[in-house]
């Protein structure tokens, strides 16, 4: 009788075989090589797929082809948000911003987040409309770009009202300015 055994590495090396299984464990070892480079060749295509198709996601919009009413529209909520928070109160959306949206922005990560930017850079003074860009695939959502000057700081920071096809807005960031939206 034969019997296989291993010791306490997982690889299968130290195996006692019978000859005349050996060829066959040879054959399988090949076979296991193979497909875990092909698994790894496939996950570096995958990779690179997605590296080269995914990347200029958005576009900027010219500045003939924006719509300034949705500019007007995104800097009065913006600054609304941003006066009403500076007093200490949460900013109450209404149908001006998606379900979701309204479901996601209580009023404690309002405040939460506020009192961090207070602490970074100080309370909110103004903004300043910079540019729109559109989302390749999703012609109907619209990201208006604005810059925001608070009292400690230095360099602006952006501001992003993202506004869906039914002229709602559906995203609101605080984040360091970028001058490409493409870019990581």
Same mark, same amino acid.
């Given at each position: 009788?034969?019997?296989?055994?291993?010791?306490?590495?997982?690889?299968?090396?130290?195996?006692?075989? *019978?000859?005349?299984?050996?060829?066959?464990?040879?054959?399988?070892?090949?076979?296991?090589?193979?497909?875990?480079?092909?698994?790894?060749? #496939?996950?570096?295509?995958?990779? =690179?797929?997605?590296?080269?198709?995914? /990347?200029?996601?958005?576009?900027?919009?010219?500045?003939?082809?924006?719509?300034?009413?949705?500019?007007?529209? %995104? =800097?009065?909520?913006?600054?609304?948000?941003?006066?009403?928070?500076?007093?200490?109160?949460?900013?109450?959306?209404?149908? +001006?911003?998606?379900?979701?949206?309204?479901?996601?922005?209580?009023? +404690? #990560?309002?405040? /939460?987040?506020?009192?961090?930017?207070?602490? %970074?850079?100080?309370?909110?003074?103004?903004?300043?409309?910079?540019?729109?860009?559109?989302?390749?695939?999703?012609?109907?959502? +619209?990201?208006?770009?604005?810059?925001?000057?608070?009292?400690?700081?230095?360099?602006?920071? +952006?501001?992003?009202?993202?506004?869906?096809?039914?002229?709602?807005? %559906?995203?609101?960031?605080?984040? *360091?300015?970028?001058?490409?939206?493409?870019?990581?």
């Amino acid at each position: 009788m034969y019997k296989a055994f291993h010791t306490q590495r997982d690889d299968y090396s130290s195996m006692v075989i *019978p000859k005349a299984f050996g060829t066959i464990w040879q054959k399988l070892k090949v076979i296991i090589n193979m497909k875990k480079q092909k698994i790894i060749i #496939l996950t570096v295509l995958l990779f =690179s797929f997605q590296i080269t198709f995914c /990347q200029n996601k958005f576009e900027k919009l010219p500045e003939q082809k924006t719509d300034k009413g949705k500019i007007e529209f %995104a =800097s009065k909520i913006a600054c609304s948000y941003f006066e009403t928070l500076k007093t200490g109160n949460h900013y109450d959306f209404k149908d +001006e911003a998606t379900i979701q949206f309204k479901k996601s922005m209580t009023p +404690e #990560l309002q405040m /939460q987040s506020y009192l961090q930017i207070k602490q %970074a850079v100080g309370n909110f003074k103004s903004i300043y409309y910079s540019e729109t860009w559109i989302e390749n695939e999703k012609r109907g959502i +619209e990201i208006i770009r604005f810059k925001g000057k608070f009292e400690r700081s230095i360099v602006p920071l +952006e501001i992003r009202v993202v506004i869906n096809s039914s002229n709602k807005i %559906a995203g609101f960031w605080i984040k *360091p300015w970028k001058d490409n939206l493409n870019e990581s």
